[in-house]
Nanobody, 117 residues
Framework: QVQLEESGGGLVQAGGSLKLSCSASRSIFTINVMGWYRQAPGKEREMVAIINLGGAPNYADSAKGRFTTSRDSAKNTFDLQMNSLKPEDTGVYYC???????????WGQGTQVTVFS
């Protein structure tokens, strides 16, 4: 089992920055994949950034060059630094963890990010 808790969302003007943090209930070294997803109003949830244990992160095209992920093994956190935010970045951001074997998927409750112009 993995419990995830996101924090750091809020209201920000376009061009600004926010840092989201995902706190995991166990060592991130025991989690095979961690990711950030977002869901905009009326749209499906989409991947923003994802990283495999020991691998390099992958970003959605919309996030490349603006968003950066980082992990803190001492705190068991997985962060998402978002810069140059745009109104289209607005949505609920979810942290996801995948473990195997057997394959399991966990989600946090989400944190709201609202970017206004």
């Amino acid at each position: 089992q993995v419990q995830l808790e996101e924090s750091g969302g809020g209201l920000v003007q376009a061009g600004g920055s926010l840092k989201l943090s995902c706190s995991a209930s166990r060592s991130i070294f025991t989690i095979n994949v961690m990711g950030w997803y977002r869901q905009a109003p009326g749209k499906e949830r989409e991947m923003v950034a994802i990283i495999n244990l020991g691998g390099a992160p992958n970003y959605a095209d919309s996030a490349k060059g603006r968003f950066t992920t980082s992990r803190d093994s001492a705190k068991n956190t997985f962060d998402l630094q978002m810069n140059s935010l745009k109104p289209e970045d607005t949505g609920v951001y979810y942290c996801q963890a995948q473990t195997w074997p057997p394959r399991r998927e966990y989600w946090g409750q989400g944190t709201q990010v609202t970017v206004f112009s």
